[in-house]
């Protein structure tokens, strides 16, 4: 794996990203007793033609995580693979239609304190966010992060969990400042994906809000 350039959203930066996750070897987790979940990564081009990461706002009226900053994911319907379940909710929660051609690749399982194993797929979508429109029902609203926020020095941030030995992980950025579960997968792409770095996450704690 090596770190890649990522000024401009084009076919050579997809390969470079494709390149960096076929070298590394994703870590599964057993689901047990969990709920299988899948949430997507989507690169798209942002302003300026530059590359960046869909983020979504969890809509106000959901049971759970209401309000909270999320990746476009849910629950595996059946017997789904993580791949189609990530499609399908893209489509579901943003009206984003991708097909598995759109896939690049899959990082590390993560568990969560709320009772689930989220697998975490990278997708190239070649699309304008404006286009997009989330479904009320479950996003409040679409914003995008540049890979250039995310790779930056200070937006990782690591702080002592009171509940337990880990630490607790956050991104800040210039949205909010975003913590695990969403925190690790956007930590993860961050290292493994632009920086080529083999680095693992499941080892982060999330805040108390994010376990309910």
Known sequence: MQPISFNTYSDVLRLAMADNLSDF???????????????????VEGG????AVLLTRR??????????????????????TASEAALR?????????LTPEAIIGIMDDYITRSGYRITPVVLWAGTDVSALHPNPDEVASIHTVSLNELARPNAPHFDASPDSGQEIL????????????TAAFLYQFRE??????STRV????QPRFAWR
């Open 170 to 181: 956050s991104m800040k950025l210039s949205v909010d400042q975003i913590y695990a579960p």
């Open 89 to 97: 909710e893209l489509h579901e929660e943003i009206n984003l239609p």
């Open 192 to 197: 493994v994906v632009i920086q080529g770095r």
């Open 48 to 51: 300026d033609y530059s590359p």
């Open 25 to 43: 070897e994703a870590c599964p987790q057993p689901l047990g007793q969990l709920r299988a979940a899948a949430v997507a990564i989507v690169l």
């Open 202 to 205: 499941l080892h982060y704690d």
């Open 59 to 80: 809509a106000q009226t959901l049971r759970a995580h209401s309000g909270q900053w999320a990746l476009p994911g849910g629950r595996l319907d059946g017997d789904e």
